[in-house]
Protein backbone atom coordinates (compact mmCIF):
# COMPACT_ATOMS: atom_id res chain seq x y z
CA UNK A 1 0.00 0.00 0.00
CA UNK A 2 1.26 3.27 -0.84
CA UNK A 3 2.10 5.65 2.19
CA UNK A 4 -1.19 7.93 0.56
CA UNK A 5 -3.61 5.21 0.66
CA UNK A 6 -2.65 4.59 4.28
CA UNK A 7 -3.28 8.03 5.46
CA UNK A 8 -6.49 7.89 3.29
CA UNK A 9 -7.82 5.10 5.27
CA UNK A 10 -6.39 6.16 8.68
CA UNK A 11 -8.65 9.33 8.17
CA UNK A 12 -11.42 7.60 6.86
CA UNK A 13 -11.11 5.37 10.24
CA UNK A 14 -11.16 8.45 12.54
CA UNK A 15 -13.99 9.62 10.86
CA UNK A 16 -15.91 6.51 11.53
CA UNK A 17 -15.31 6.86 15.18
CA UNK A 18 -16.42 10.22 15.42
CA UNK A 19 -19.89 9.51 13.43
CA UNK A 20 -19.57 6.39 16.28
CA UNK A 21 -19.42 8.87 19.56
CA UNK A 22 -22.32 10.97 17.76
CA UNK A 23 -24.72 8.02 17.43
CA UNK A 24 -24.16 7.02 20.70
CA UNK A 25 -24.70 10.25 22.34
CA UNK A 26 -27.71 10.79 20.49
CA UNK A 27 -28.82 7.00 21.43
CA UNK A 28 -28.29 7.91 25.02
CA UNK A 29 -30.07 11.23 24.83
CA UNK A 30 -33.27 9.60 23.59
CA UNK A 31 -35.36 8.08 26.69
CA UNK A 32 -38.32 5.27 25.41
CA UNK A 33 -40.93 8.26 25.21
CA UNK A 34 -43.27 9.01 22.78
CA UNK A 35 -44.74 12.45 22.75
CA UNK A 36 -47.78 13.50 20.19
CA UNK A 37 -48.95 16.49 19.78
CA UNK A 38 -52.70 16.57 19.17
CA UNK A 39 -54.51 19.72 16.70
CA UNK A 40 -57.55 18.37 15.43
CA UNK A 41 -60.46 17.88 17.41
CA UNK A 42 -62.34 15.34 14.94
CA UNK A 43 -63.99 11.54 16.95
CA UNK A 44 -61.45 9.34 14.32
CA UNK A 45 -57.90 11.38 15.13
CA UNK A 46 -58.56 11.73 18.61
CA UNK A 47 -59.59 7.77 18.33
CA UNK A 48 -56.24 6.97 16.37
CA UNK A 49 -54.05 8.76 19.01
CA UNK A 50 -55.50 7.09 21.72
CA UNK A 51 -55.05 3.75 20.05
CA UNK A 52 -51.35 4.71 19.66
CA UNK A 53 -50.87 6.40 22.77
CA UNK A 54 -52.41 2.71 24.45
CA UNK A 55 -50.14 0.42 22.52
CA UNK A 56 -46.62 2.39 23.82
CA UNK A 57 -47.98 2.44 26.79
CA UNK A 58 -48.18 -1.29 26.46
CA UNK A 59 -44.84 -1.90 26.33
CA UNK A 60 -43.45 0.33 28.64
CA UNK A 61 -42.76 3.33 26.37
CA UNK A 62 -43.93 6.65 28.47
CA UNK A 63 -46.51 8.14 25.87
CA UNK A 64 -46.91 12.06 26.60
CA UNK A 65 -49.94 13.53 25.39
CA UNK A 66 -50.12 17.40 24.04
CA UNK A 67 -53.86 18.62 23.64
CA UNK A 68 -54.07 22.02 21.89
CA UNK A 69 -56.47 24.12 20.09
CA UNK A 70 -59.56 21.89 18.40
CA UNK A 71 -58.65 18.49 20.28
CA UNK A 72 -59.48 20.38 23.65
CA UNK A 73 -62.86 19.70 22.93
CA UNK A 74 -62.37 16.20 24.01
CA UNK A 75 -61.13 17.03 27.26
CA UNK A 76 -64.32 18.99 28.35
CA UNK A 77 -66.90 17.58 30.79
CA UNK A 78 -70.47 18.41 29.21
CA UNK A 79 -71.48 17.97 33.02
CA UNK A 80 -69.05 21.01 34.79
CA UNK A 81 -69.82 24.55 33.79
CA UNK A 82 -67.07 27.56 33.92
CA UNK A 83 -68.52 31.04 34.91
CA UNK A 84 -66.87 34.00 34.27
CA UNK A 85 -66.52 33.65 30.29
CA UNK A 86 -67.50 36.62 28.28
CA UNK A 87 -68.97 36.55 25.44
CA UNK A 88 -67.42 35.52 22.86
CA UNK A 89 -65.92 32.37 24.75
CA UNK A 90 -69.35 31.70 25.34
CA UNK A 91 -70.14 31.37 21.75
CA UNK A 92 -67.07 29.06 21.52
CA UNK A 93 -68.35 27.04 24.36
CA UNK A 94 -71.67 26.46 22.47
CA UNK A 95 -70.56 25.95 19.55
CA UNK A 96 -68.04 22.93 19.74
CA UNK A 97 -68.06 20.02 21.39
CA UNK A 98 -68.74 19.87 25.31
CA UNK A 99 -67.26 16.41 25.71
CA UNK A 100 -65.12 13.63 23.64
CA UNK A 101 -68.54 11.46 23.00
CA UNK A 102 -70.09 14.52 20.88
CA UNK A 103 -66.95 14.84 18.04
CA UNK A 104 -67.40 14.79 14.64
CA UNK A 105 -65.65 12.69 12.47
CA UNK A 106 -63.31 14.44 10.46
CA UNK A 107 -64.99 12.67 7.60
CA UNK A 108 -68.28 11.39 6.14
CA UNK A 109 -69.90 13.03 9.27
CA UNK A 110 -73.22 13.47 7.98
CA UNK A 111 -74.75 15.29 10.23
CA UNK A 112 -73.85 13.29 13.08
CA UNK A 113 -74.88 10.48 11.42
CA UNK A 114 -71.17 9.07 11.02
CA UNK A 115 -70.12 9.17 14.42
CA UNK A 116 -73.26 6.81 15.14
CA UNK A 117 -72.23 4.57 12.53
CA UNK A 118 -68.69 4.38 14.18
CA UNK A 119 -69.69 3.69 17.60
CA UNK A 120 -72.12 1.15 16.87
CA UNK A 121 -69.68 -0.71 14.59
CA UNK A 122 -66.74 -0.33 17.54
CA UNK A 123 -69.26 -1.64 19.69
CA UNK A 124 -69.93 -4.68 17.11
CA UNK A 125 -66.42 -5.48 16.68
CA UNK A 126 -65.48 -4.75 20.37
CA UNK A 127 -63.50 -2.08 19.88
CA UNK A 128 -63.05 0.32 23.32
CA UNK A 129 -64.96 3.58 23.47
CA UNK A 130 -63.24 6.69 24.06
CA UNK A 131 -64.29 7.19 27.91
CA UNK A 132 -62.84 3.20 27.94
CA UNK A 133 -59.34 4.06 26.16
CA UNK A 134 -58.93 7.42 28.44
CA UNK A 135 -59.25 5.17 31.54
CA UNK A 136 -56.80 2.89 30.68
CA UNK A 137 -54.10 5.21 29.98
CA UNK A 138 -55.00 6.85 33.25
CA UNK A 139 -54.30 3.68 34.40
CA UNK A 140 -50.86 3.29 32.40
CA UNK A 141 -49.88 6.59 33.82
CA UNK A 142 -50.33 8.42 30.17
CA UNK A 143 -49.40 11.85 30.92
CA UNK A 144 -51.93 14.45 29.65
CA UNK A 145 -50.82 18.14 29.14
CA UNK A 146 -53.53 20.97 28.18
CA UNK A 147 -51.90 23.92 25.92
CA UNK A 148 -52.80 26.76 28.45
CA UNK A 149 -52.27 28.99 25.79
CA UNK A 150 -55.33 27.72 23.47
CA UNK A 151 -57.71 26.94 26.09
CA UNK A 152 -57.69 30.61 27.04
CA UNK A 153 -57.81 31.33 23.06
CA UNK A 154 -60.59 29.15 22.46
CA UNK A 155 -62.59 30.60 25.51
CA UNK A 156 -62.29 26.81 27.76
CA UNK A 157 -61.72 26.74 31.79
CA UNK A 158 -59.77 24.27 33.65
CA UNK A 159 -63.19 24.21 35.88
CA UNK A 160 -64.92 22.49 32.57
CA UNK A 161 -62.26 19.72 31.96
CA UNK A 162 -62.20 16.00 32.49
CA UNK A 163 -60.95 14.59 36.31
CA UNK A 164 -57.60 13.10 34.84
CA UNK A 165 -55.09 12.16 36.81
CA UNK A 166 -51.79 14.40 36.71
CA UNK A 167 -53.81 16.26 34.04
CA UNK A 168 -50.99 19.41 33.37
CA UNK A 169 -51.31 22.94 31.90
CA UNK A 170 -48.41 24.33 30.28
CA UNK A 171 -46.90 26.31 26.89
CA UNK A 172 -45.38 24.80 23.66
CA UNK A 173 -41.59 25.04 24.58
CA UNK A 174 -42.74 22.36 27.46
CA UNK A 175 -43.99 20.33 24.45
CA UNK A 176 -41.09 21.26 22.62
CA UNK A 177 -38.44 20.33 25.53
CA UNK A 178 -40.16 16.97 26.40
CA UNK A 179 -40.66 15.92 22.84
CA UNK A 180 -36.11 16.39 22.29
CA UNK A 181 -35.95 13.79 24.52
CA UNK A 182 -38.22 11.36 23.51
CA UNK A 183 -37.16 8.63 20.58
CA UNK A 184 -40.49 9.67 18.78
CA UNK A 185 -42.92 12.44 18.10
CA UNK A 186 -46.11 12.50 16.63
CA UNK A 187 -48.23 15.33 14.96
CA UNK A 188 -51.65 14.92 14.70
CA UNK A 189 -53.65 17.44 13.11
CA UNK B 1 -41.52 -24.40 19.56
CA UNK B 2 -43.69 -26.91 17.24
CA UNK B 3 -47.40 -27.15 16.91
CA UNK B 4 -47.27 -30.27 19.18
CA UNK B 5 -45.06 -28.57 21.58
CA UNK B 6 -47.31 -25.66 22.40
CA UNK B 7 -50.04 -28.10 22.80
CA UNK B 8 -48.78 -29.30 25.42
CA UNK B 9 -46.55 -26.60 26.62
CA UNK B 10 -47.24 -26.01 30.64
CA UNK B 11 -49.30 -22.77 30.61
CA UNK B 12 -49.21 -20.94 34.12
CA UNK B 13 -52.27 -18.18 32.75
CA UNK B 14 -54.10 -17.87 29.94
CA UNK B 15 -55.66 -14.18 28.61
CA UNK B 16 -58.89 -14.66 27.19
CA UNK B 17 -58.70 -11.28 25.04
CA UNK B 18 -61.35 -12.54 22.75
CA UNK B 19 -63.56 -9.91 23.57
CA UNK B 20 -61.56 -6.72 22.69
CA UNK B 21 -60.26 -5.40 19.51
CA UNK B 22 -56.49 -3.52 19.08
CA UNK B 23 -55.12 -2.47 21.29
CA UNK B 24 -57.52 -4.43 24.07
CA UNK B 25 -55.43 -7.61 23.52
CA UNK B 26 -51.92 -5.54 24.44
CA UNK B 27 -53.42 -4.11 27.27
CA UNK B 28 -54.25 -7.46 28.70
CA UNK B 29 -51.34 -9.29 27.86
CA UNK B 30 -49.36 -6.41 29.99
CA UNK B 31 -51.60 -6.52 32.92
CA UNK B 32 -51.54 -10.25 33.17
CA UNK B 33 -48.03 -10.44 32.60
CA UNK B 34 -47.33 -9.28 36.02
CA UNK B 35 -49.10 -11.58 37.52
CA UNK B 36 -47.07 -14.76 36.55
CA UNK B 37 -43.43 -15.72 37.37
CA UNK B 38 -39.96 -15.63 34.94
CA UNK B 39 -39.95 -18.23 32.87
CA UNK B 40 -43.67 -19.11 33.17
CA UNK B 41 -45.61 -19.51 30.14
CA UNK B 42 -48.85 -17.47 29.32
CA UNK B 43 -51.24 -17.31 26.71
CA UNK B 44 -53.43 -14.52 24.85
CA UNK B 45 -56.18 -16.13 23.36
CA UNK B 46 -57.45 -13.47 20.13
CA UNK B 47 -60.02 -13.52 17.72
CA UNK B 48 -58.12 -10.68 16.17
CA UNK B 49 -55.59 -10.86 13.18
CA UNK B 50 -53.75 -8.61 14.02
CA UNK B 51 -52.53 -9.38 17.42
CA UNK B 52 -51.20 -12.21 16.24
CA UNK B 53 -48.66 -10.16 14.69
CA UNK B 54 -48.26 -7.28 17.43
CA UNK B 55 -47.86 -9.89 20.43
CA UNK B 56 -44.32 -10.71 18.93
CA UNK B 57 -43.34 -7.43 18.75
CA UNK B 58 -44.22 -6.50 22.07
CA UNK B 59 -42.35 -9.99 23.19
CA UNK B 60 -39.30 -8.02 21.42
CA UNK B 61 -39.69 -5.10 22.85
CA UNK B 62 -40.27 -5.91 26.42
CA UNK B 63 -37.51 -9.12 26.43
CA UNK B 64 -39.98 -12.04 26.33
CA UNK B 65 -40.26 -14.92 24.72
CA UNK B 66 -42.41 -15.55 21.50
CA UNK B 67 -43.01 -19.07 21.54
CA UNK B 68 -45.43 -19.54 18.86
CA UNK B 69 -48.65 -19.12 17.28
CA UNK B 70 -51.55 -22.10 17.37
CA UNK B 71 -54.62 -21.50 14.82
CA UNK B 72 -58.25 -22.56 16.57
CA UNK B 73 -61.31 -22.19 14.78
CA UNK B 74 -62.19 -18.55 14.39
CA UNK B 75 -59.51 -17.32 16.82
CA UNK B 76 -55.30 -17.68 17.89
CA UNK B 77 -53.66 -19.01 20.78
CA UNK B 78 -50.32 -16.81 20.98
CA UNK B 79 -47.99 -18.03 23.58
CA UNK B 80 -45.15 -16.14 25.27
CA UNK B 81 -42.61 -17.20 28.44
CA UNK B 82 -41.89 -14.36 30.54
CA UNK B 83 -38.51 -13.07 30.84
Not at chain 1, 1 to 9: D, G, I, K, P, R
Not at chain 1, 149 to 170: C, H, Q, T, V, W
Not at chain 2, 46 to 55: F, L, V, Y
Request: net charge positive; charged share 25%.
Amino acid sequence: MSQETVNQLQELREEIDQIKNKVTGLENNRLDQLSIAIIAGDFDKILATMIIALAAAAQDTKVKLFFSFWSLSALRDRNKKAKGKDIISRMFGMMLPKEKNRLKLSRMNMGGMGPRMIKSLMKKQNVMSLDRMFSEAAGLGIEITVCEMSMNLMGFKKEELIDYPGLRFAGAATFVAEAAESSFQFFIS
Amino acid sequence: MTAEELKNVAVSKSVDARGTACPGPLLEAKKAIGTIGAGDVMEVLSADEGTRIDIPKWCAKQGHEYLGTLEESGYFKIYLRKK
